[in-house]
């Protein structure tokens, strides 16, 4: 199992410009997550997802958009970058089955995104 | 006030040492407890996880709930260069809430 995998892992943008990330996962899991994490601020939840079709806003949800067509992918969609968005990006996803995978969020290797 | 207050450090170390990492939290909500170990440039991977107060251990790790406190600790035993990375607590309220809420890490270096 690849488990949380993220494309691209590192991208330059310039003000202005839009962008897509790329979230998948091969473990059935019925939610997820995106994060940003920045220097001095941890990590914070942008957008959800509780199944296929549902999304909803997290903690710092302004300028992203998310999609989620298929169980196994989750899209962050940056509509017009700001370099207030340079970041490092994780998804993440969970299990609905029981209380202890609920809470077991397996997290991808990231995505570093830099705005010029 | 932050929902969960964790000191960013960093935190230096020799090994072999013993080493606390602590977080407190103000949402007396919060139910289920993780720490999170995050190594440099990955993703955070799931160290240890209670919903009780008191202690769990799993090999050199010890996770520690003080719910009457609102105090959470992780201790790491016989510390190895491995063990350097950043720690992040995590917290959950339960229920049909199952998003968490993050602590701002702590960067821990083990030196030989």
Known sequence: NAGV???????????GQSMTLLCAQDMNHEYMYWYRQDPGMGLRLIHYSVGEGTTAKGEVPD??????????????GLESAAPSQTSVYFCASSSARDRTLQETQYFGPGTRLLVL | QKEVEQDPGPLSVPEGAIVSLNCTYSNSA???????????????????YTYSSGNKEDGRFTAQVDKSSKYISLFIRDSQPSDSATYLCAMVVGGSNYKLTFGKGTLLTVNP
């Open chain 1, 63 to 76: 300028g992203y958009n998310v999609s989620r067509l298929k169980k196994q992918n989750f899209l962050l």
């Open chain 2, 30 to 48: 919060f139910q289920y407890f993780m720490w999170y170990r995050q190594y440099s440039r990955k993703g955070p991977e799931l160290l240890m």
């Open chain 1, 5 to 15: 995998t993220q494309t691209p892992k590192f991208r330059v943008l310039k003000t």
